[in-house]
């Protein structure tokens, strides 16, 4: 069975960094596309960023500059290094990996880990 597990969230100040693990199971990795997207207390789920099998990386515009996609294919792992953190950015973060198959796209999410910034 497919797993992500989320992991490095917690509390952190405005201005501090935070970054978050995912580590996959039960896929071949390096074939997935992974991302992190991420949920707040009355909005919708909304991407944060991906990063291709080729480590192509895509940010949301309000993250640009401050966060860091990356992979590990050698560990199952994505990581997500969050600088600059805001208030805005509290949310409960969340891991997807997927992949096209047959013109259907698969995907897995993980459990979420919560960020909250606050002083």
């Not at 401050?66 to 969050?82: A, K």
């Not at 013109?103 to 880990?113: D, P, R």
């Amino acid at each position: 069975q497919v797993q992500l597990v989320e992991s490095g969230g917690g509390l952190v100040q405005p201005g501090g960094s935070l970054r978050l693990s995912c580590v996959a199971s039960g896929i071949i990795f390096s074939t997935y596309v992974m991302g992190w997207y991420r949920q707040a207390p009355g909005k919708q789920r909304e991407l944060v960023a991906t990063i291709t099998t080729s480590a192509s990386t895509n940010y949301a515009e309000s993250v640009k500059g401050r966060f860091t996609i990356s992979r590990d294919n050698s560990r199952n792992t994505v990581f997500l290094q969050m600088n600059s953190l805001k208030a805005e950015d509290t949310a409960v973060y969340y891991c997807n990996a997927r992949r096209t198959a047959g013109g259907v796209v698969l995907g897995s999410w993980g459990q979420g880990t919560q960020v909250t910034v606050s002083s």
